[in-house]
Antibody, heavy 121, light 111 residues
Framework: QVQLVESGGGVVQPGGSLRLSCTVSGFTFSSYGMHWVRQAPGKGLEWLTFIKHDASEKYYTDSVKGRFTVSRDDSKSTLYLQMNTLRGDDTAVYYC??????????????WGQGILVTVSS | QSALTQPASVSGSPGQSITISCIGT?????????VTWYQQYPGKAPKLMIY???KRPSGVPNRFSGSKSGNTASLTISGLQAQDEADYYCCSYEGINSLYVFGTGTKVIVL
């Protein structure tokens, strides 16, 4: 069955960095684009970034552009999110999600369980 | 890019029908038929319920249906059940400041 498992979360000081990983199984990782979505405590969902199946294109929402970088290692079936210059409003549960392959659609058919990132001094 | 606008909560009794609205602009909801709806239980990951405005993935009950008129998309739950009590989020392709934008979220309360 399809599984996505995030890791690398924790507590980090403002201005610090953290790298999240999302290791997948149960599907051909190299054939699908992948997303990161976050949810601040008690708040709604926020789409962050998308990387195409071949890493040829990457997209970011404005609030993380220039600070966060998405990447992937197909040999390890792993998606990454490098987060730099972290701020208090980056505190959230971070989810990785598999793109459903429907062009242009906000179609995330499988999600990880989420990992908490807390930015605090 | 601002989030799409949803009511904070919608309630109904078992067996009734409820509708959740998702208001956007001509740049997102109104610009194409790429609206998706997600269901989320507390502490859990979201689950895809509707895509391309009206389509249901395999396994989603036909009690859930989607529609769109102009810049407003809607999710209707017919024959409301206790297990439908959850948060619901719409999502749309936006493509200007962000690829996708989510709605503010709606808590469905089953009375």
């Amino acid at each position: 069955q399809v599984q996505l498992v995030e890791s690398g979360g924790g507590v980090v000081q403002p201005g610090g960095s953290l790298r999240l990983s999302c290791t997948v199984s149960g599907f051909t990782f190299s054939s699908y684009g992948m997303h990161w979505v976050r949810q601040a405590p008690g708040k709604g969902l926020e789409w962050l970034t998308f990387i195409k199946h071949d890493a040829s294109e990457k997209y970011y929402t404005d609030s993380v552009k220039g600070r966060f970088t998405v990447s992937r290692d197909d040999s390890k079936s792993t998606l990454y999110l490098q987060m730099n210059t972290l701020r208090g409003d980056d505190t959230a549960v971070y989810y990785c999600a598999k793109d459903g392959g429907i062009s242009g659609a906000c179609y995330f058919d499988y999600w990880g369980q989420g990992i908490l990132v807390t930015v605090s001094s | 890019q601002s989030a799409l606008t949803q009511p904070a909560s919608v309630s109904g009794s078992p067996g009734q029908s409820i509708t959740i609205s998702c208001i956007g602009t001509s740049s997102d909801v109104g610009g194409h038929n790429l609206v998706t709806w997600y269901q989320q239980y507390p502490g859990k990951a979201p689950k895809l319920m509707i895509y391309d405005v009206t389509k249901r993935p395999s396994g989603v009950p036909n009690r859930f249906s989607g529609s769109k008129s102009g810049n407003t998309a809607s999710l209707t739950i017919s024959g409301l059940q206790a297990q439908d009590e959850a948060d619901y989020y719409c999502c749309s392709y936006e493509g200007i400041n962000s690829l996708y934008v989510f709605g503010t979220g709606t808590k469905v309360i089953v009375l």
